[in-house]
Nanobody
Framework: QVQVVESGGGLVQAGGSLRLSCAASGIIFRIFAMGWYRQAPGKQRDLVASITTRSGSTNYADSVKDRFTISRDGAKNTVYLQMNNLKPEDTAVYYC????????WGQGTQVTVSS
């Protein structure tokens, strides 16, 4: 079994920054990709950013390009999401996912951006 734990959410003013972390632990043979989704109240869960572990290839939602950066530490099975110039519309619960032989999700961390 694989456990996925997020941290780093909180309350920040518009224009501020936060850094989310996500660590995977347990019986892990190989991680193929990690990433972040977010879900605002009353809306669907949408992809924010993802990264593959072999090539380091990244993918971002258009709404966060040039503001958010995803990175990883392979030795720690950890992925980070650096969020700069945050906007009120970034307010959501952010979920981390990990792709091994199956897909695993964290419980989510709340990010609230005040105007």
């Amino acid at each position: 079994q694989v456990q996925v734990v997020e941290s780093g959410g909180g309350l920040v003013q518009a224009g501020g920054s936060l850094r989310l972390s996500c660590a995977a632990s347990g019986i892990i043979f190989r991680i193929f990709a990690m990433g972040w989704y977010r879900q605002a109240p009353g809306k669907q869960r949408d992809l924010v950013a993802s990264i593959t572990t072999r090539s380091g290839s990244t993918n971002y939602a258009d709404s966060v390009k040039d503001r958010f950066t995803i990175s990883r530490d392979g030795a720690k099975n950890t992925v980070y999401l650096q969020m700069n110039n945050l906007k009120p519309e970034d307010t959501a619960v952010y979920y981390c996912y990990v792709v091994t032989t199956s897909e695993y999700w964290g419980q989510g961390t709340q990010v609230t951006v005040s105007s």
